[in-house]
């Protein structure tokens, strides 16, 4: 969490702190470090004069959800006042660390946060709720009466899109790759009160692997397939040639194209997906489509940017109303962000971890 200041021309610019002496005060934030493609990313705090624009090409600014206080606005400004409480994601552009005290936003990547909602829920939530919204919304218009799998559904960002599909009315099916996974999943539950029926109608424990995820699918829907699957990657190649036992527990794309419905969208996070021209006339046959879940593209255009924003508003209103529940770990101080950083590029963080000052 971080606080803005917004400037004249509509961005939010660095506070200028000055000693009784009038030298400038530098400020620490977090940032990545990489040598080579494909190395390791290593963390480092990094000191920079508040009136430094410009970043060394090695540093990769990290934490890029924020929410916070509006320090001051500038002549141009026309969404927000000082104090104003916000919450946004920082461009890819951004040359800013979300790791700071102080930082520079353009107005239009934030919105105003709920006074229900704390900052760390705000900051926690707001990236799953895009890519939620953006698989869920705008790339297969999940609708009443459709049937959704989930795969990891335990995950942050899958119990955030299980929320979601079930408050539209949709039938969710999920898989679960651990019992405290598949605990967690049964959990689940609607935010009215009295309302006992789980969020998720079948769930799938895959951790042995022994199950059949295509099979189940099929035998919870008599046979149709189900109108909507959104991955957590799926395995390329044959059993033998995966690498990691995590991706032993991925379905085989084959798996995903035979459990899809006529009319079905698959919408995957599996970035090297290959399809064969047999897939290719399988996915044909049933009038299905693939889509590939990138969220950053809503800030790659001007063109996106009012749906941005009122995603952004919605995913707010969700959280201020429970819909929204998130998975997040404890805060955590800044002075333990770079350790924090290096479980989550490990993959090791089941929770979101949310950096407070």
């Excluded at 790791?99 to 919105?111: A, F």
């Excluded at 009215?192 to 998720?200: A, I, W, Y």
Aim: with cysteine; glycine share 8%.
């Amino acid at each position: 969490m971080s606080s803005r200041r917004i400037s004249e021309d509509g961005r939010v610019c660095r506070r200028c702190l000055c000693s009784p002496e009038g030298v400038e005060v530098t400020m620490k934030a977090l940032y990545g470090q990489q040598n080579s493609p494909g190395e390791e990313i290593t963390f480092v705090f990094q000191e920079r004069l508040l009136s430094e624009i410009k970043l060394e090409k090695e540093l990769l600014p990290v934490g890029r959800e924020i929410s916070g206080v509006v320090l001051e606005v500038g002549r141009k400004v026309t969404f927000f006042q000082p104090d104003d409480e916000v919450v946004g994601i920082l461009p890819l552009d951004s040359e800013e660390s979300g790791l700071c005290e102080v930082i520079l936003v353009h107005e239009h990547y934030l919105v105003h946060k709920p006074e229900k909602v704390c900052w760390v829920e705000a900051a926690g939530t707001v990236r799953d709720g895009v890519r939620a919204y953006t698989a869920l919304h705008y790339l297969s218009q999940v609708s009443p009466g459709k049937t959704v799998l989930i795969m990891d559904g335990a995950s942050p960002f899958g119990t955030i899109a299980i929320q979601l599909a079930q408050h539209r009315g949709a039938k969710v099916i999920s898989t679960a790759y651990s019992l405290e996974d598949k605990q967690h999943l049964e959990r689940l539950r609607p935010p009215v009160e009295g309302v006992r029926q789980p969020l998720v109608a079948r769930v799938i424990d895959v951790s042995n692997g022994k199950i059949d995820v295509a099979e189940s699918c099929l035998e919870e829907t008599g046979g149709l397939g189900v109108d909507i699957v959104l991955d957590a990657g799926v395995k390329l190649y044959s059993a033998e040639d995966e690498s990691t036992s995590k991706s032993q527990l991925l379905p085989h794309k084959h798996d995903i194209i035979t459990l899809l419905g006529v009319g079905g969208h698959w919408i995957t996070t599996e970035k090297n997906l290959q399809l064969d021209p047999p897939d290719s006339h399988s996915l044909f046959l049933k009038g299905a489509t693939v889509s590939f879940l990138n969220d950053e593209i809503w800030n790659l255009s001007n063109v996106q940017q009012g749906k941005y924003l009122s995603i952004l508003e919605d995913i707010m209103e969700k959280l201020s109303s429970s819909i929204f529940r998130p998975q997040l770990d404890e805060p955590i101080p800044l002075y333990e962000a770079k350790v924090s950083m290096e479980i989550v590029q490990k993959h090791q963080a089941r929770k979101r971890q949310v950096i407070q000052f």
